[in-house]
């Protein structure tokens, strides 16, 4: 048992647009919801908050890129940290039924060329978790690849670990271990260095449902003791 990493699908058959997010953020409902919006999702200062509830009046203005489809999940731009996708609304009808942890919901109005979208969407807001949730002592890291060849690294806390990106140093894992501190009740939970990963309930339910725009990995990458 674990949990699975899920991303945007990123194949242009599927998103109909090259490269680019199939979405991008141009505005809100007055200037100054716009700039209070691109404040509380900015990377340079996310850490230092002390509060992580977004104003449940904001909605969020999208335009369409050219070419673009749109899925039940949807990328989009500029990066918002802890915002790892678009949602159509069954989809957020679906995921209700499983323990999110602390998430919040905005809406999306999205417009093709100048015309709104007849559909609901809203953006997915999870505020991320601290390294705390991993158990470094039983995880294994790396560095390396596989075309150059993968060395060891042991990695003893949080402060060894952030230290090590600090100074430049290429460190990761294929698998993580939880610690005891992490929620085991959760089935979906955003780290703050990497994606978003669902527990294997809600993974297989979002297969049966078969919501397009998503990929999920087919090992899990944050696993139990």
């Not at 200037?31 to 904001?58: C, G, T």
């Not at 209700?96 to 942890?101: A, D, I, S, T, W």
């Not at 807001?125 to 470094?136: M, V």
């Not at 806390?157 to 230290?163: C, E, L």
């Amino acid at each position: 048992m674990g949990f699975y990493r899920i991303r945007l699908n990123t194949d242009i058959k599927v998103t109909g647009a090259s490269g680019d997010p199939q979405v991008e953020f141009f505005g809100a409902q007055s200037e100054s919801m716009y700039e209070a919006i691109l404040h509380f999702f900015d990377s340079r200062i996310y850490f230092e908050r002390s509060d992580y509830v977004p104003d449940p009046a904001w909605i969020l203005r999208c335009s369409i890129n050219k070419k673009a489809k749109l899925n039940d999940f949807v990328s989009f731009s500029p990066n918002f940290m802890g915002c790892p996708f678009i949602i159509r609304e069954k989809v957020k009808f679906e995921i209700e039924k499983y323990n999110l942890g602390r998430h919040y919901y905005i809406p999306v109005e999205l417009f093709d060329k100048s015309i709104l979208v007849d559909e609901k969407y809203f953006l997915f807001f999870s505020p991320l978790i601290g390294f705390e949730i991993i158990d470094f002592t039983k995880s294994l890291f790396y560095s390396g690849n596989e075309i150059v060849g993968k060395r060891h690294v042991i990695v003893n806390d949080a402060a060894d670990y952030v230290s090590r990106l600090r100074d430049g140093a290429f460190v990761t894992s294929d698998n993580l271990v939880l610690s005891n501190n992490f929620d085991k009740s959760l089935d979906l939970f955003k780290p703050r260095f990497d994606g978003i990963y669902g527990s294997e309930r809600l993974v297989k339910h979002l297969l049966t449902c078969r919501f397009t725009g998503i990929v999920i990995s087919e090992q899990p990458r944050f696993v139990f003791s």
